[in-house]
């Protein structure tokens, strides 16, 4: 193998981090269609199953964005992406909350600054769009 045909650090790193963004957007996808899938249920299954499965699954989903989120910071602090201004700071309400909601694809996060509303739907088309780009994918 030639040196030209080794992957530089940088670029090895960006696919990393690549692939880690597209593992974490199908987790989070997974435990939305969870959540969609236990709404389905009520009334066919105990109440009480459903809500403690629910309550579940939004510990998963907040621990999921959060991570994501950290992921999406690392990208931009090592100048992979550009984070818009509104992203930025959903991103950093989601890793600094300590409490969470969750209700059909609303986000609510209370932190220190109160109680701030997650634009989900942005952030996982941000999300898309990174995978997608053609820039990153011919790495």
């Given at each position: 193998m030639n040196r030209g045909?080794?992957?530089?650090k940088r670029d090895l790193k960006q696919l990393c981090y690549l692939e880690a963004l597209e593992d974490n957007v199908v987790s989070v996808e997974m435990i939305l269609n969870r959540l969609n899938q236990i709404e389905s249920k009520k009334g066919v299954f105990d109440a009480y199953i459903l809500q403690h499965d629910r309550s579940r699954?939004?510990?998963?989903?907040?621990l999921s964005l959060a991570t994501l989120?950290?992921?999406l910071r690392k990208m931009a602090e090592n100048l992979f992406?550009?984070?818009p201004d509104e992203l930025r700071k959903d991103m950093?309400?989601?890793i600094?909350?300590?409490?969470?909601e969750y209700n059909r694809l609303?986000?609510?996060?209370?932190?220190?600054k109160g109680k701030e509303h997650v634009d989900l739907n942005a952030l996982l088309a941000f999300c898309h769009h990174i995978l997608s780009s053609d820039k990153l994918r011919n790495l």
């Open positions: 045909d080794i992957m530089s699954t939004i510990l998963d989903l907040e989120c950290v992921l992406i550009v984070t950093n309400s989601i600094h909350s300590n409490r969470f609303e986000v609510i996060v209370y932190s220190q």
